[in-house]
């Protein structure tokens, strides 16, 4: 298989775009010179193909030259790596996606007895009536700070990560002043305990963890925000189905979204590894975390180095109990960041924590958990304004155990995203929407498309404007990054080179562009990840890995005839209003090629595809097309590519699609 380029010229001129597209017999080569292009088709015999006499000629019409939309036939398409593509309602999956919009309400939900916003907690009396409390009574509720406590002797227990210690209580009935990171208030009545919740808030503090010397390396280029907000178990395309407020909020903004991005390992951790540490979850035990008996407190996090520069550091799940470092481990008996909420969601779960179906709580008191970190998240954004800051926040109760359940959180992620973009702060942020992998359960999962979504999870980055200017080689390589093979390892070189943005300058890119690095496993997303990257080059295990290995099948099998013949009958659907086009027959199958994406789970239901090069007649045109074969059906997966040229052939007809097809009679 060989793999070169076709150009398509803008109308205006303009640079040739180049679109990369996936040849078997042919090897088509553009040249542009002397403002002609001349395209080359070798075959067993050679063509040649004058397209147009110069580039005044109105004939340089982009949309003529559009041979394939490899947008719609392939996620990604690299010489190392092809991902079919996936449409996010596709009709394998669709019934998975029409789902009822509700989930489970929080106890309580519309009767809490306590409101908050960032500065004040206060009583609602309206609602006192379903605590049987008479209007005209008073109720008394205790405000309690509680804090993580210094580390304490018996590092080892079970439970270092979930020490705790509470201050005094403090009494009042109708509204107080809120002066702590956390707080839990529980109201009296009658001497009874008739409501507790628990309260987040974030606080500006001093930076204690700072090193001694971290403020003399300090550089004179101002730096950027790096906020980072996890989504776990969120495919790249349930997330367009599910919160696409969020995805057009960020399109409109300009971020980027990784089409190829592939996980690494099974479930959270094995995947956030690779992102927060910059190795694997099996190199641990050489490196940092020798026994699962062992905290985590020695492992060199990317957020240190974060904080050795000067940053406020943040490390925040919206959930103690599946907690990425806790589940089934031991935590931290130190505290990894300056700020850190494991201690906060530990204690208001195992109180007023309820709606748990699975694995987690979705709720404390009558507050859903994911809303709970946004508004902290929003909140430390604005107390931190002046000061750099580094946050890594991950959000699983709602989308850990539920398909559908993130249509709950879009508006709020929305409304999330512009009220940090009015304050202005995502001019000074990059912005990282991730996921570590799609659902890995359900009847989804029983598709071949689920298996798909469930490797490639979401990822977007946000870059301020500020920083496309500087940075534009870093910026425009990470564009066309989009449509490569990308993991979680890259994510830790991105961050590292976030850290020494004079590792970004233009120059430097230059020349690191240059450097020998086509083979590394984690390659930062501002340089060019190499075309012929494959899962063995990233280290993406066969199990896991999206890309399509192919085998040729004898064109004169069955499935080949019945391709050929579905390529014919979708040809002639489109032509059959344009008499002045000739019916088209295949007259031969060039090539046939099966798509194989690893070992299908058993059970698993879902399509076999296939690419298939056919001639046909009159005209001999060639054609390519990708189809898939569910059940007894063929159905075109994106749109039909011609390989050679109509010329002449096609002049009755304007339409640029219908110009590839149509031979004029
Ligand atoms: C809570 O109030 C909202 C709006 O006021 C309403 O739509 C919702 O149905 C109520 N929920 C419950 C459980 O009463
Ligand atoms: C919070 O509520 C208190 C009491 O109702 C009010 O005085 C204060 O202005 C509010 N603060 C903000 C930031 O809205
Ligand atoms: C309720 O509290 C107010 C203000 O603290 C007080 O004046 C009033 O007497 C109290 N009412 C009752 C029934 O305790
Ligand atoms: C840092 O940059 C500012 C503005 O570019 C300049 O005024 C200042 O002198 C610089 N400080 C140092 C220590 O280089
Ligand atoms: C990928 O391309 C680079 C640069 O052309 C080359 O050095 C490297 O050997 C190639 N890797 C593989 C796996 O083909």
């Avoid at 909020?249 to 479930?267: M, W």
């Avoid at 641990?284 to 550091?313: E, M, Q």
């Amino acid at each position: 298989m060989k793999f070169c380029f076709i150009f398509s010229m803008t109308k205006s001129g303009g640079r040739p775009r180049s679109v990369p597209i996936r040849l078997r017999y042919f090897f088509l080569f553009a040249t542009v010179f002397g403002g002609g292009l001349l395209l080359i088709s070798f075959n067993s015999r050679i063509d040649f193909f004058l397209l147009n006499n110069g580039p005044s000629n109105a004939f340089w019409d982009a949309n003529h030259y559009k041979i394939v939309n490899s947008e719609e036939s392939f996620t990604i398409n690299t010489e190392g790596c092809t991902i079919p593509g996936l449409r996010p309602f596709d009709e394998s999956i669709r019934k998975f996606s029409d789902l009822p919009d509700s989930a489970e309400v929080c106890n309580n939900a519309n009767q809490s007895l306590l409101q908050n916003n960032k500065t004040h907690i206060w009583v609602i009396t309206e609602n006192m009536q379903y605590y049987n409390v008479p209007d005209e009574d008073n109720i008394t509720c205790c405000y309690r700070a509680f804090y993580r406590p210094a580390a304490i002797a018996d590092i080892n227990a079970n439970d270092v990560d979930e020490r705790i210690q509470y201050g005094r209580c403090i009494d009042f009935s109708d509204y107080i002043e809120i002066e702590n990171e956390f707080v839990k208030v529980s109201c009296k009545y009658k001497y009874r305990i008739i409501y507790e919740q628990f309260f987040l808030t974030a606080r500006k503090k001093s930076p204690v963890f700072f090193t001694e010397d971290s403020m003399e390396t300090e550089q004179n280029i101002s730096r950027y925000n790096v906020l980072i907000m996890g989504i776990d178990a969120v495919s790249r395309l349930n997330f367009y189905r599910t919160m696409p407020k969020t995805l057009n909020y960020l399109k409109k903004k300009g971020a980027i979204e990784f089409l190829g991005y592939n996980k690494v390992g099974d479930n959270t951790f094995p995947n956030l590894t690779p992102m927060l540490l910059g190795i694997k979850y099996t190199d641990l035990k050489n490196t940092c975390w020798p026994n699962s008996r062992a905290s985590f407190d020695h492992c060199p996090f990317i957020w240190n180095w974060y904080k050795d520069v000067g940053y406020y550091t943040a490390f925040g799940e919206d959930n103690a109990g599946l907690g990425t470092f806790n589940y089934g481990k031991l935590g931290f008996t130190g505290t990894p960041t300056d700020y850190y909420i494991h201690t906060f969601m530990y204690e208001s779960e195992l109180h007023v924590g309820n709606q748990k179906d699975f694995n987690t709580y979705i709720c404390i008191g009558d507050k859903y958990l994911y809303k709970v970190l946004l508004d902290y998240i929003e909140g430390l954004t604005v107390e931190l304004k002046s000061d750099n800051f580094f946050g890594f926040f991950w959000e699983a109760t709602m989308t850990h155990d539920y398909l559908h359940y993130p249509k709950i959180m879009d508006d709020d992620y929305e409304i999330f995203l512009e009220n940090l973009d009015n304050n202005k702060y995502l001019d000074q942020t990059i912005l990282i929407l991730l996921s570590d992998h799609g659902i890995r359960w359900g009847d989804i999962r029983f598709t071949k498309q689920g298996r798909l979504e469930e490797r490639l999870p979401l990822f977007h980055i946000l870059l301020p404007p500020s920083f496309r200017e500087t940075y534009s080689l870093a910026y425009n390589n990470m564009k066309t990054n989009r449509r490569r093979l990308t993991t979680p390892f890259d994510v830790h070189a991105t961050l590292l080179d976030l850290i020494n943005l004079n590792e970004l300058d233009n120059e430097r890119i230059k020349r690191r562009s240059n450097e020998y690095y086509a083979s590394d496993r984690s390659i930062s997303l501002f340089l060019p990840i190499p075309t012929n990257r494959t899962c063995k080059t990233a280290e993406i295990a066969d199990h896991w890995c999206t890309c399509h290995k192919s085998h040729r099948v004898p064109t004169d099998s069955i499935e080949g005839q019945e391709a050929a013949l579905h390529l014919e009958q979708h040809l002639n659907k489109l032509l059959h209003d344009y008499p002045q086009c000739a019916q088209l027959q295949v007259t031969e199958i060039i090539e046939m090629i099966q798509m194989d994406a690893g070992t299908p789970d058993q059970g698993e239901v879902g399509w076999e595809e296939f690419m298939v090069v056919v001639r046909t007649k009159p005209g001999g045109a060639v054609f390519e097309a990708t189809l898939r074969h569910d059940y007894d059906e063929w159905v075109l997966a994106g749109t039909v590519s011609r390989l050679n040229l109509y010329g002449e052939q096609s002049r009755c007809v304007h339409h640029y699609q219908l110009k590839l097809y149509c031979y004029c009679q």
